[in-house]
């Protein structure tokens, strides 16, 4: 994944993002972070421009954002850019679910480990 910062060309982030999706490479702006009600410190600290998904597509989305009839060699239909999008999305799902379960298990391995420290210390004593 690399980025293009948003001072590399004219345009807004969206119709960019726009026209390099339409060129076939698979991208998402920072647009839609910069956005976000009561964060405006956070907004302003953020670099705008454009995530290009695939580093093979780098130089193709460079090419594209300099000539806008430059063609791409490494062009992806609409339904390989959303397959792509579909599979990321339930990667990032599985990996949040198990950092969510091994937290849960941590922590419930603590409380019996407290549990059973108090129960022996109130027999010994």
């Not at 130089?59 to 397959?83: G, W, Y």
């Not at 599985?94 to 391995?109: D, R």
Request: aromatic share 10%; glycine share 4%.
């Amino acid at each position: 994944m690399k980025f293009i910062d948003s001072r590399n060309f004219n345009s807004s982030l969206s119709d960019m993002a726009q026209r390099l999706t339409n060129k076939g490479i698979l991208v998402s702006t920072t647009d839609d972070y910069a956005n976000i009600p009561g964060k405006t410190y956070v907004a302003q600290k953020i670099k705008m421009g454009i995530w290009i998904h695939l580093n093979h597509q780098y130089d193709d989305a460079i090419a594209v954002i300099a000539n806008p009839k430059h063609e791409p060699t490494s062009r992806l239909t609409f339904e390989q850019m959303e397959k792509i999008r579909t599979e990321a999305k339930h990667q990032f799902g599985k990996i949040v679910e198990s950092a969510f379960t091994k937290c849960i298990t941590y922590f419930l391995a603590l409380g019996l480990l407290f549990l059973l420290g108090y129960i022996l210390i109130n027999i010994l004593l």
